[in-house]
């Protein structure tokens, strides 16, 4: 179990705000975290993993406290067994595939074992030799991924981890991360801005917004319903039109518009 209350100032271009988020994480769990820019998502990931120091609170992880303003304890980064995603995958350009990860796994018993676990895992065995400059957006975040789960964390951070990938690679990186997940059934914290991202992979999610919380509960119940713009490529027979997505996926849906048109697409969990 996790569990922590958070504190920090914010300097938004709205002015100053205080972060305050106060919860607790069930062993196992995927939390979601949404909200506007500048609601704080980032500097709470940043506190948990030690990044960035909060202004009060604590943070106890597994019964272990990695922080308490009032005892005045504070585990390092690290010191911290947690695996952390960034945005622009933070891999090691000199290194290839197998030795960013090697690297990650260097303290762990049966380190070579688990690097070739991973490579599988992830898909990844065939790529072991390359370079990061060799490989594509998505190959890279599943070799981010891979990096974080070598260290063997107690706790899995996720910085928008798949928000610059084209659709379809999204979508097939949204699957790896749900067997990774169901697989090691770490205890982990996203943050994503796609509600449909949010509904396929979080047990909960709690949105955020000017440094609060402002709700919390299963993706369905808080995670708002979201469009996307298509564009006509065809007109078919039965009322039905070929649209083309963001990221170039095709899609088939009944409509009445004209080729080349624009239109909205809702976004319907199942």
């Not at 390359?130 to 599943?142: C, I």
Request: aromatic residues 4%.
């Amino acid at each position: 179990m996790i569990d922590f209350h958070l504190t920090k100032a914010l300097h938004t271009a709205a002015g100053p705000r205080t972060l305050d988020v106060a919860l607790t994480l069930a062993p196992g769990e995927l939390l979601a975290l949404s909200g506007p820019s500048g609601a704080g998502k980032t500097t709470l990931l940043r506190m948990l993993a030690g990044l960035t120091r909060p202004d009060s609170g604590f943070l106890r992880v597994e019964g272990q406290l990695w922080y308490d303003q009032a005892s005045r304890q504070w585990l390092p980064p690290q010191r911290r067994p947690l695996g952390f995603v960034f945005q622009d995958y933070a891999l090691f350009p000199n290194m290839t595939v197998r030795e960013n990860l090697a690297f990650a796994a260097s303290d762990q018993s049966g380190a070579a074992q688990l690097v070739s676990e991973l490579l599988e895992l992830l898909e990844l065995t065939e790529l072991a030799g390359r370079r990061p400059s060799a490989l594509s957006g998505g190959q890279q975040q599943r070799v981010a991924l891979a990096r974080a789960l070598a260290r063997r964390p107690r706790l899995l951070l996720l910085d928008e981890p798949l928000s610059a990938l084209d659709l379809p690679t999204r979508l097939r990186l949204q699957q790896a991360l749900g067997e990774v997940h169901r697989q090691y059934k770490l205890t982990t914290v996203l943050i994503s801005h796609d509600p449909a991202e949010i509904a396929r992979l979080a047990d909960r999610v709690v949105e955020l917004d000017l440094g609060q919380v402002r709700r919390v509960g299963p993706p369905v119940a808080v995670a708002a319903p979201a469009t996307v713009a298509g564009r006509v490529l065809a007109v078919l027979p039965g009322g039905r039109l070929r649209v083309q997505l963001p990221g170039g996926a095709e899609v088939e849906v009944s409509g009445t518009a004209g080729v080349g048109e624009e239109i909205a697409l809702a976004v319907v969990y199942q």
